[in-house]
Every structure is written in structure tokens, then in C-alpha cells.
């Protein structure tokens, strides 16, 4: 089974400045999909950025960029530019690769609860 | 892209009661997951559905929880003699299964079960 830690349970970062939200796996997978999904207070959950382990490149989504560390199952977060509206709590989840019956099925963090100062 | 919409956004109940939620899909998404999210915590997979099919279900979901997807369109859970253990936020997410990829999971806002 897989499973997905986030170590971070709050963070905390100035308007403007650059965060980074932490994330380590644990799977036997060589391929699988890596997501962060970001849920608003009160709000519904949304996909962030997502990331195939089979793609070396890291992916990027305007402010938002990944560090994905294969051989060390790491997978952090890094918001650039920090607005008032990246208040939130931000969930880490990995998804089993194409093919078996279990696609499609997200397991995920603890969460990291961001706040965003003025 | 209307979204997913799940009915009610929230429900008190007593223990004891039986209650019923609905989750409407985008559309075009072939695939149904139902998650259950207790505060601070992560959501935990519960069910999924493929069209009308039940494909998987997680020890989670005790004799007490039913899901149905009869025509491959809405859902709904059903918790039979709730406990207060199942007070939780019940997420409903769809997605599309294509030949090749699988568009991502799309979340509604969630119905909050609290359990008196």
C-alpha cells in the first residue's frame, strides 16, 4: 500500500515571498502521478499541479513549481510570489499508473495548513 | 463544466438515523469516487464507480455504507444507524477515463455529516 506524509502541518509565509510545502511517498510503483490539491477554508478541494514519475522534468503551473526526487520519494511544493488567496490548506496524494483497477484512486497527506500574512 | 454538485451541504442527524447523499458528476466523467475527510485530516478513499459499476471499495466502508451509481450518472451514499464515529465531511469527486490518460479528480464542495 502506499502512503504519503506531509511533515509539515502548518506553515506560514509573507505576501510576496516564496514557500515551500513538503511531501515524501512511500509506493513499489516505478510509475504513478503525483498531485498537490489546495481546499480553501470552507471551499471545495482544486487541483494545484500534478506530476507523472515517468517525466524527469519538473512540472510548473505559473506561481507554483515542483521538486520531484524520485530515488528519494520526496515531492515538495514551491509557491512563488505568495498571495492572500494561497490561504489553505494544501494536500499531497499519489495516484497508481494506467492499467490496474485502482486508477483513479488518490491517496492522500495529513495536509499542511498555509497562511498567507498582509 | 457545471462542476460537481453534492446535495446537502450539510445534515444533522441522531444516532441511529439512516441518511442519504447525492453527488452529481461533471457531465462527461466516467468515473465516481465518494472520500470521507475528518477535520485536519486528508480524505480517505471510500468508493469508486466506473459508469454504473462499483469497482472498488475500501475496508472503510462498513455493512453500514451503500453506494449506488444505477445509470451511471448521479450517486448516492447511504449511511444506515449512523454512530457518531461517521460524523466527517463526505467528499464526491469524478473524473474521465480516457484510452490513454485520466483526467484529473474533480471535487465538490462536500456534505458534512454531524451525528448527534
Not at chain 2, 441511529?16 to 486528508?42: A, K
Not at chain 2, 453506494?67 to 461517521?86: V, W
Request: charged fraction near 20%; include cysteine; proline fraction near 4%.
Amino acid at each position: 500500500a502506499q502512503t504519503v506524509t506531509q511533515s509539515q502541518p502548518e506553515m506560514s509565509v509573507q505576501e510576496a515571498e516564496t514557500v515551500t510545502l513538503s511531501c515524501t511517498y512511500d509506493t513499489s510503483e516505478n510509475n504513478y502521478y503525483l498531485f498537490w490539491y489546495k481546499q480553501p477554508p470552507s471551499r471545495q478541494m482544486i487541483l494545484v499541479i500534478r506530476q507523472e514519475a515517468y517525466k524527469q522534468q519538473n512540472a510548473t503551473e505559473n506561481r507554483f513549481s515542483v521538486n520531484f526526487q524520485k530515488a528519494a520519494k520526496s515531492f515538495s511544493l514551491k509557491i512563488s510570489d505568495s498571495q492572500l488567496g494561497d490561504t489553505a490548506m494544501y494536500f499531497c496524494a499519489f495516484m497508481k499508473p494506467l492499467g490496474g483497477t485502482s486508477y483513479g484512486k488518490l491517496t492522500f497527506g495529513q495536509g499542511t495548513i498555509l497562511t498567507v500574512h498582509p | 463544466d457545471t462542476g460537481v454538485s453534492q446535495d446537502p451541504r450539510h445534515k444533522i442527524t441522531k444516532r441511529g438515523q439512516n441518511v442519504t447523499f447525492r453527488c452529481d458528476p461533471i457531465s462527461e466523467h466516467n468515473r465516481l469516487y465518494w472520500y470521507r475527510q475528518t477535520l485536519g485530516q486528508g480524505p480517505e478513499f471510500l468508493t469508486y464507480f466506473q459508469n454504473e459499476a462499483q469497482l472498488e471499495k475500501s475496508r472503510l466502508l462498513s455493512d453500514r455504507f451503500s453506494a449506488e451509481r444505477p445509470k451511471g450518472s448521479f450517486s448516492t451514499l447511504e449511511i444506515q444507524r449512523t454512530e457518531q464515529g461517521d460524523s466527517a465531511m463526505y467528499l464526491c469527486a469524478s473524473s474521465l477515463k480516457g484510452a490513454t490518460d485520466n483526467s484529473p479528480l474533480h471535487f465538490g464542495n462536500g456534505t458534512r455529516l454531524t451525528v448527534t
